[in-house]
């Protein structure tokens, strides 16, 4: 069945209905330092999307008995001129249920102007937009159309309110680390104190982790995590930039024994398979919206299992895309929720991506619906 048309759209979600409880205090987000790649330039406190003017792009793409099916990323702007002018054109008239080929395809026409980053989106929006079709077309949940079947995969909060996570019902957490190299001793101090705290509120047993969002060097991470070793953190997350490779392969021989995670900022299989060669990681962590959708996120998590590391998806529980993988693909063991919203609003009363069913006690499953279940009416979307 041949694709006719591939288009960028916008989603323009509608207002939320009724009111909000009120929250016991303000996020984490708005009142909490994060360590960040610019804090040597912004101060510690930045939020990214403000720096940039895009927000999600939505891809639909539709074959010619007339189905429909529908994928998503950010970095709106950019993106949608690559679907819009290069890949949507050249995969017209493909089979639209060839998804390997069709993975495979894009990829090698973004060689010209570079795989990843911006072109990595906008060939994940589009794959995703292909696996939702083809649930549509054979009338399955995607989460079957990758061999899986209806389960319940447990869930890991990342917020900074482990507090609210636990009365939520979660059981394991990832923070986010306040201070980076800029802030020098006081705050690796303030860094110990918040995660000594943590632990203290969630106790002893739970998992912990860390993340580190691409902000610091090899000897702060070392030094980090030796004052941090006392509260057990499950992993550190992201410490140095992706493109720090040489820093990986350093830092895993400083820190033979701690539990070492990245992979949201890799684009493609490729540097997953690198980091599984030369097990400079232990937990892969694609983002299924980024890295090359659903067709790169299955083969990442074959080159994990093949190598004995795990593979914990970057917001696998946040979104259909990563529901639907967590429930269809067996190595995935955890899955990701963020929780960005003020203590005290209960989870339903906060708006989720399209198509995405709610944690209950800490897990997540995924739609039966058809695809990823994802139903947007006509009029939220418009041409970008």
């Not at 995590?225 to 006392?230: D, F, G, I, N, S």
């Not at 232990?282 to 090359?292: E, R, T």
């Given at each position: 069945?041949?694709?006719?048309?591939?288009?960028?759209?916008?989603?323009?979600?509608?207002?939320?209905?009724?009111?909000?409880?009120?929250?016991?205090?303000?996020?984490?987000?708005?009142?909490?330092?994060?360590?960040?790649?610019?804090?040597?330039?912004?101060?510690?406190?930045?939020?990214?999307?403000?720096?940039?003017?895009?927000?999600?792009?939505?891809?639909?793409?539709?074959?010619?008995?007339?189905?429909?099916?529908?994928?998503?990323?950010?970095?709106?702007?950019?993106?949608?001129?690559?679907?819009?002018?290069?890949?949507?054109?050249?995969?017209?008239?493909?089979?639209?249920?060839?998804?390997?080929?069709?993975?495979?395809?894009?990829?090698?026409?973004?060689?010209?102007?570079?795989?990843?980053?911006?072109?990595?989106?906008?060939?994940?929006?589009?794959?995703?937009?292909?696996?939702?079709?083809?649930?549509?077309?054979?009338?399955?949940?995607?989460?079957?159309?990758?061999?899986?079947?209806?389960?319940?995969?447990?869930?890991?909060?990342?917020?900074?309110?482990?507090?609210?996570?636990?009365?939520?019902?979660?059981?394991?957490?990832?923070?986010?680390?306040?201070?980076?190299?800029?802030?020098?001793?006081e705050g690796l101090d303030r860094n110990e104190a918040f995660i000594a705290e943590c632990r203290e509120t969630i106790g002893d047993e739970p998992d912990l982790y860390i993340d580190c969002w691409m902000s610091?060097?090899?000897?702060?991470?070392?030094?980090?995590?030796?004052?941090?070793?006392?509260?057990?953190?499950?992993?550190?997350?992201?410490?140095?930039?992706?493109?720090?490779?040489?820093?990986?392969?350093?830092?895993?021989?400083?820190?033979?024994?701690?539990?070492?995670?990245t992979g949201e900022h890799w684009y493609s299989p490729f540097p997953f398979q690198w980091a599984a060669a030369r097990r400079v990681v232990d937990v892969l962590q694609p983002d299924i919206q980024w890295c090359?959708?659903?067709?790169?996120?299955?083969?990442?998590?074959?080159?994990?299992?093949?190598?004995?590391?795990?593979?914990?998806?970057?917001?696998?529980?946040?979104?259909?895309?990563?529901?639907?993988?967590?429930?269809?693909?067996?190595?995935?063991?955890?899955?990701?929720?963020?929780?960005?919203?003020?203590?005290?609003?209960?989870?339903?009363?906060?708006?989720?991506?399209?198509?995405?069913?709610?944690?209950?006690?800490?897990?997540?499953?995924?739609?039966?619906?058809?695809?990823?279940?994802?139903?947007?009416?006509?009029?939220?979307?418009?041409?970008?």
């Amino acid at each position: 069945m041949k694709i006719t048309a591939i288009e960028a759209l916008r989603y323009s979600p509608p207002e939320p209905a009724g009111a909000h409880p009120a929250p016991s205090r303000p996020s984490w987000q708005g009142r909490q330092d994060v360590s960040h790649p610019l804090a040597r330039y912004r101060g510690r406190r930045v939020d990214f999307n403000s720096l940039m003017p895009w927000g999600d792009l939505w891809v639909r793409v539709r074959a010619e008995n007339g189905t429909s099916g529908l994928g998503a990323t950010q970095f709106a702007g950019p993106v949608a001129a690559l679907v819009r002018d290069h890949l949507g054109p050249a995969l017209v008239g493909e089979d639209c249920r060839a998804t390997d080929r069709l993975a495979d395809l894009m990829f090698r026409l973004t060689k010209p102007y570079g795989s990843a980053g911006i072109a990595s989106c906008a060939v994940s929006a589009i794959d995703l937009a292909l696996w939702d079709l083809r649930g549509r077309i054979a009338g399955e949940p995607v989460y079957r159309l990758l061999g899986g079947a209806p389960r319940r995969v447990p869930c890991y909060a990342t917020t900074n309110d482990v507090d609210w996570a636990m009365e939520l019902g979660f059981e394991a957490f990832k923070v986010t680390l306040g201070y980076g190299p800029e802030a020098g001793s006081e705050g690796l101090d303030r860094n110990e104190a918040f995660i000594a705290e943590c632990r203290e509120t969630i106790g002893d047993e739970p998992d912990l982790y860390i993340d580190c969002w691409m902000s610091l060097d090899v000897d702060y991470a070392v030094r980090l995590a030796e004052r941090l070793y006392p509260y057990q953190p499950g992993w550190l997350e992201e410490c140095l930039l992706p493109e720090d490779l040489d820093g990986h392969v350093a830092l895993r021989r400083r820190l033979p024994a701690q539990t070492l995670a990245t992979g949201e900022h890799w684009y493609s299989p490729f540097p997953f398979q690198w980091a599984a060669a030369r097990r400079v990681v232990d937990v892969l962590q694609p983002d299924i919206q980024w890295c090359g959708g659903l067709s790169a996120v299955a083969r990442i998590a074959a080159i994990a299992d093949s190598a004995g590391l795990a593979v914990m998806p970057h917001l696998a529980g946040t979104t259909a895309f990563g529901q639907h993988a967590s429930a269809g693909i067996s190595t995935i063991h955890r899955a990701e929720y963020r929780i960005g919203s003020a203590p005290g609003v209960p989870l339903e009363r906060v708006p989720q991506a399209p198509g995405a069913v709610l944690p209950v006690n800490g897990e997540i499953g995924a739609s039966d619906a058809p695809g990823f279940g994802i139903e947007i009416p006509e009029a939220q979307l418009s041409p970008y």
